[in-house]
């Protein structure tokens, strides 16, 4: 029978295959040849540490030089690091967690023949302790082919794997690699108290707040003290220096509250060696450390370059209060019920509207405290007029505690708990409260989705917008730009203000005219449409048909005395015309300037006419003139007389002539203009002088600004 070579190879590949399956051909060592095993599989070193966790395990890595370096679980639930049996101090928990995440996912690469000479033991042994279990992995010597370390499971018998070569960090590390260099292992969150020997003691409060120990009691913010405990507890110990080393005269330093009971205490000796900006710290058995400076100084708490205390006036959440009790001038309480607020007074109880009480506790909230007036003692009191006595209830006897009152200049200032007295910034709040205090003042109720039309009348135009299949129309005034003209997102921040509007107060009648009348039609409801009105007067007095006259807050005030229309009306013609015709106003016989859009911008129909200087002023006339913004729509007589006269042309749009005044800006004809926003220093403003024009210099295309003035 022939033999082809298909069948050759094929039969030369059984072969080979068969002795890599008993002799490992990456073998060179001299003690002879290492077998790989046809059993090969990756599998986990260790499968069973994926259900547990680290906390009760014990480790010990033996170098390959026979050093034990251990991490033993401790009493805090971390763990402590020794080497030898000499304890070295708290390990670092990011450290013991990346142990027990390089054990857990460690796997086999290959196994190795049962009998080959693997140099068991010399890279080091791995013992993992969990309860009555103990864990093995002694490391050899290094595969030929650098793949991996060779290595024994001993608690499973004497099979050898080829493993990770990762494993071999594990027992070359030196014992401080595994120490904790942090003050102590606590998170900022489980810490109660802080006591730095007589000097200073801060607490926090059942209801959250830190709060400093003695007399006065000063409340501290909450994330200014976290802050600074962040920056204690994780700031590096460095260098780590051995107690046998140094003379070490320890003081007492430091008692650290943590929560559940429980406590620590740091002692300082002297200097650190050859760190004299740093001191020795001791913070249990083990090492010294050493810390800066300025961490072991007792916290000053007016410090003016970081003050502790809190700045917030009512540090409290509104989902934390059950309460609120008045006892000064009159005795009321508020108090939280499930679904809302009831206010107890004069022996009758009556409901609270919840925006309301919400937006009291919110005004309060936002007040803050002057930390630069400084403080006056609490014996001042007593001299202050107007006293308040208020507490804010968060849980059985957790109270914060307001006393107030003004001085000769109205300023108020209030202590919290039994602090020092402490000014108000700004407007002070309202603390005193009764039943008027949580009135619903809420002027309509409506959705601006549910308006479908809106008419501004006052000093300016009037002006009468509507919805149309979801879009706004302008109907007044008549505009060159119909609807887009109107600018849909000052409409909706307008009708926004409206379905808000509430009184600050309820007023005295208003006299004299309305400044602003502002009419609205809703949806149709139960067949009819609903119509409902405002106006507003002088000293942003208002009145709504059935409602009290009312004093709104000047933000609402401004909000309602705005326009409806685009600021930006020269801007948006001159960036959507393709010709200008520019002259000074009142002067019809002069030759008017011409300009034409090209790609580079505007650009004068015969700029070789011109004088450089013209050209000049040309270009800053156009660049204040797309920067102008307009801040009101006025009616009437113009304030002053008109400088430039402009005629926007366009073929995709309607032609515009305009004039521009001083501060104002006008549609030829119209009766209404824009009052525009001051002009910026240094801008062309006034008309320059403007030569004339030679006729015949345009060349045949004639004289392109001989239309007749209107």
């Given amino acids: 029978m022939k033999l082809s070579w298909p069948l050759l190879l094929s039969g030369l590949a059984v072969v080979v295959s068969g002795v890599l399956a008993w002799a490992d051909p990456f073998d060179r060592a001299e003690s002879g040849a290492v077998m790989v095993s046809n059993r090969s599989a990756a599998r986990r070193l260790f499968p069973g540490l994926g259900e547990l966790s680290p906390g009760g395990a014990n480790f010990e890595f033996q170098t390959p030089e026979g050093a034990r370096i251990r991490l033993q679980p401790s009493p805090d639930g971390g763990h402590v690091v020794l080497e030898g049996e000499r304890l070295l101090g708290p390990a670092d928990p990011e ?322 708990d039994s602090g020092l007295l402490r000014a108000i910034v700004g407007e002070p709040p309202r603390l005193a409260f009764d039943a008027e205090t949580f009135e619903d003042r809420r002027i309509f109720r409506f959705s601006a989705a549910d308006v479908r039309g809106l008419v501004l009348e006052g000093d300016g135009p009037r002006t009468s917008v509507r919805r149309d299949l979801g879009a706004w129309r302008l109907d007044q005034p008549a505009h060159p730009d119909g609807d887009a003209a109107l600018d849909e997102l000052r409409v909706e921040a307008y009708l926004s203000t409206l379905a808000t509007l509430r009184a ?70 001159l960036r959507e015309s393709e010709g200008l015709q520019i002259r000074p106003a009142g002067q019809a016989e002069a030759m008017p300037w011409v300009l034409t859009r090209s790609p580079e911008g505007w650009a004068p129909v015969n700029e070789a006419a011109l004088p450089p200087e013209a050209v000049t002023t040309l270009e800053a006339l156009l660049a204040r003139w797309d920067s102008l913004r307009s801040v009101d729509l006025r009616s009437g007589v113009r304030p002053g007389p008109a400088q430039w006269r402009i005629d926007f042309e366009g073929e995709h749009r309607a032609p515009a002539r305009v004039e521009i005044g001083a501060d104002w800006a006008a549609l030829v004809g119209a009766d209404w203009w824009y009052a525009l926003a001051p002009v910026e220093e240094g801008s062309a403003s006034g008309p320059p002088s403007i030569p004339d024009l030679d006729p015949s210099a345009e060349g045949d295309e004639g004289d392109p600004g001989a239309d007749e003035e209107p």
């Fill in 95 to 416: 450290a013991v967690d990346g142990i027990w995440a390089s054990l857990r996912m460690a796997t086999t690469l290959r196994a190795v023949s049962p009998g080959s000479d693997i140099g068991k033991g010399q890279g080091g042994v791995v013992r993992v302790g969990l309860g009555d279990q103990t864990l093995v992995l002694s490391l050899g010597r290094s595969a030929p082919d650098k793949s991996g370390l060779y290595g024994v499971l001993e608690h499973e018998g004497d099979e050898a794997w080829v493993v990770e070569e990762e494993l071999a960090w594990l027992v070359s590390q030196p014992a401080e690699a595994w120490l904790s260099h942090r003050l102590a292992e606590v998170e900022v969150e489980a810490l109660r108290g802080l006591t730095w020997g007589e000097s200073l003691a801060i607490r926090l409060g059942d209801d959250g707040l830190w709060r400093s120990e003695g007399e006065p009691v000063t409340l501290l913010g909450t994330q200014a003290v976290e802050l600074r405990l962040d920056r204690l507890f994780n700031s590096r110990l460095e260098p780590m220096v051995d107690r046998e080393e140094v003379e070490f005269s320890a003081r007492p330093w430091l008692l650290v509250n943590l929560a559940g009971g429980s406590a620590r205490t740091f002692a300082l000796g002297g200097a650190c060696p050859e760190h004299p900006d740093r001191v020795l710290v001791d913070r249990g058995p083990g090492m010294l450390g050493c810390i800066e400076v300025e961490l072991v100084e007792p916290w000053k708490i007016e410090d003016p370059g970081a003050p502790l205390v809190e700045s917030k006036f009512l540090p409290l959440r509104f989902a934390e209060l059950l309460a609120v009790h008045l006892e000064q001038p009159e005795r009321r309480t508020l108090r939280r019920r499930t679904g809302g607020w009831l206010l107890d007074e004069e022996g009758r109880t009556v409901e609270v509207i919840d925006d309301e009480a919400f937006r009291w506790f919110s005004t309060l909230s936002a007040a803050r405290v002057d930390l630069e007036a400084g403080t006056r003692p609490r014996a001042d009191l007593s001299a202050l007029q107007g006293r308040v006595s208020l507490s804010f209830e968060t849980g059985p006897e957790r109270r914060l505690r307001f006393e107030c009152g003004r001085d000769a200049k109205r300023r108020l200032w209030c202590a919290r």
């Fill in 504 to 573: 600050e107060a309820w007023a005295d009648a208003p006299t004299g005219e309305p400044l602003r009348k502002v009419s609205f039609e809703l949806a149709p409801a139960d067949g009819a449409p609903s119509e409902l009105s405002l106006e507003v007067y002088a000293n942003c007095r208002a009145r709504a048909e059935g409602k009290r006259p009312l004093l709104l807050s000047p933000h609402a005030c401004r909000a309602l005395a705005g326009d409806l229309l685009y600021d930006d009306p020269l801007r948006n013609w």
